[in-house]
């Protein structure tokens, strides 16, 4: 497959090339909010890759804004205000 076949190909065939680029199963993902699929499997291939380990507290952080970006959109909010509490 060439990368001009993936733009065509159907959106199923689109994220399986890349759950398996990121070596993620797609199980990995159920229950997560659509918006974020991309940005969680993308969290596990860095965490699985990083060298040296990423810090425990970065994690949190990057999860904590995932997190409250997904619930901005939900809200419509567009005040670009992040509430933590």
Do not use: F
């Not at 993936?6 to 993902?29: M, W």
């Amino acid at each position: 497959m060439c990368i001009s076949d993936t733009y065509e190909a159907d959106p199923a065939v689109r994220l399986q090339v890349c759950l398996e680029t990121l070596g993620v199963q797609e199980e990995t993902l159920e229950g997560v909010p659509a918006p974020l699929r991309l940005p969680v499997a993308v969290t596990c291939y860095w965490l699985r890759m990083a060298s040296p380990e990423p810090d425990l507290m970065l994690l949190k952080a990057l999860l904590m804004v995932m997190v409250q970006g997904e619930l901005n959109r939900q809200e419509g909010s567009d005040t670009g205000r992040w509430h933590l509490w």
